[in-house]
Nanobody, 120 residues
């Protein structure tokens, strides 16, 4: 399976932007649907964005729709999450994940995560 490594997290003020990156190694990246999950303190990890293997189709959870954009570059084995108009409730650990099923289900492999804190 893929090995996934996220980067780009940090402390950001409300209303600002941040872009997360996930680099994949080990298998054929373009064979996998990819997703971004978020785990807030005391809450379960939830899928917030997904992208199909081709990059032509995306899905967003209601909490991030219109503010976050997921994209991928299969030539660079990379998936990005561009986050705009960040809110304190966007804080948490962000994980990228891979699925051999669909972009909204079947995720069975996660990276180590990167912390995002939205605070003034």
């Amino acid at each position: 399976q893929l090995q996934l490594a996220e980067s780009g997290g940090g402390l950001v003020q409300p209303g600002n932007s941040l872009t997360l990156s996930c680099v994949a190694t080990g298998r054929i990246f373009s064979s996998y649907n990819m997703g971004w999950f978020r785990q807030a303190p005391g809450k379960e990890r939830e899928l917030i964005a997904g992208i199909d293997w081709s990059g032509r189709h995306t899905w967003y959870g209601d909490s991030v729709k219109g503010r976050f954009t997921v994209s991928r570059d299969n030539a660079k084995d990379t998936v990005l999450l561009q986050m705009k108009r960040l809110k304190p409730e966007d804080s948490g650990i962000y994980y990228c994940a891979s699925s051999g099923a669909t972009m909204t289900s079947g995720y069975d492999n996660w990276g180590q995560g990167t912390q995002v804190t939205v605070s003034s």
